[in-house]
């Protein structure tokens, strides 16, 4: 509902939505985020090689569902990406601290890792804490995809490097620019969680936005039933100023194919 209305003032004002916000950018780095644990190691290769090829010069994977597959998925998404592509790892919260500490360590040495996304559950902010505080330099440690309100925000001050924020679950664009406020002055950057089309918008009034999770599951589907929909520039997404709103249109007969 708020970012509906965020939409709607926008589209009276006959203004971008990115205009109608305190707009700090003009437009957000992105990340390829997919790499699946369900996909062949060829199929690995192809997704995070060619966002590389799109010019986004990070990507990221999942990890942790079968821990002793990784290795090799890690080798061939190093492989695929080169040395000079940041590479990102998720494990959505499937280890214990301790666990999570010693593959932190691995992930830094071995494959030069630099981000480690819900290494334990977003449920355990002493956990984050302590691979935060015991991991590896280089290796930031990311948690907030789960954020409801500004409280579950604050548990996570000071047990991440990097604060994420979807502004799909967060209380629409009026919750993000809360946990924006937090993140700033708590001295953090703020990464966009999925949702790439409202994000774009959204992430340019964010002072400290760090990237924009460009997420292959909504990127998808966001070009299947909308018009309008952004496309990669030079590694970000800049939102289109000539249209109103958020500058998406439901393709309606699209649509209702997929009608239950």
């Given at each position: ?16 939505l990115v205009d109608c916000l305190p707009r700090v950018h003009d437009a957000v780095p992105l990340y390829g985020s997919g ?94 804490r302590l691979v935060r505080e015991h991991g590896p330099g280089g290796l ?121």
């Amino acid at each position: 509902v708020d970012t509906a209305l965020w939409d709607l003032k926008a589209r009276v004002l006959e203004l971008p939505l990115v205009d109608c916000l305190p707009r700090v950018h003009d437009a957000v780095p992105l990340y390829g985020s997919g790499g699946f644990c369900s996909y062949s190691l060829d199929r690995l290769r192809e997704q995070l090689a060619g966002w590389v090829a799109q010019g986004i010069p990070r990507v990221k994977m999942k990890i942790s569902r079968e821990p002793e597959r990784d290795p090799q998925r890690l080798d061939a998404a190093r492989e695929a990406v080169g040395d000079e592509t940041a590479l990102y790892v998720d494990s959505n919260g499937a280890f214990g601290a301790k666990v999570a500490l010693g593959w932190a360590q691995r992930l830094r040495a071995d494959w030069g890792a630099s981000w480690f996304e819900e290494p334990v559950s977003s449920e355990d902010p002493d956990g984050l804490r302590l691979v935060r505080e015991h991991g590896p330099g280089g290796l930031e440690i990311a948690a907030g995809e789960y954020a409801y309100v500004p409280a579950d925000f604050r548990h996570l001050v000071g047990c991440v490097d990097c604060l994420q924020a979807d502004v799909t679950r967060c209380g629409g664009i009026t919750g993000l620019l809360r946990a924006a406020g937090l993140a700033g002055a708590n001295g953090l950057d703020l990464s966009a969680h999925c949702a790439p089309q409202l994000a774009a918008h959204a992430f340019c009034a964010v002072p400290t936005a760090r990237h924009l999770e460009y997420f292959h599951d909504h990127v998808r589907l966001e070009s299947l039933f909308f018009e309008g929909v952004l496309e990669p520039e030079d590694g970000c997404l800049r939102p289109d100023r000539s249209r109103p709103g958020h500058g998406l249109e439901l393709k309606r007969a699209d649509v209702e194919r997929y009608a239950v």
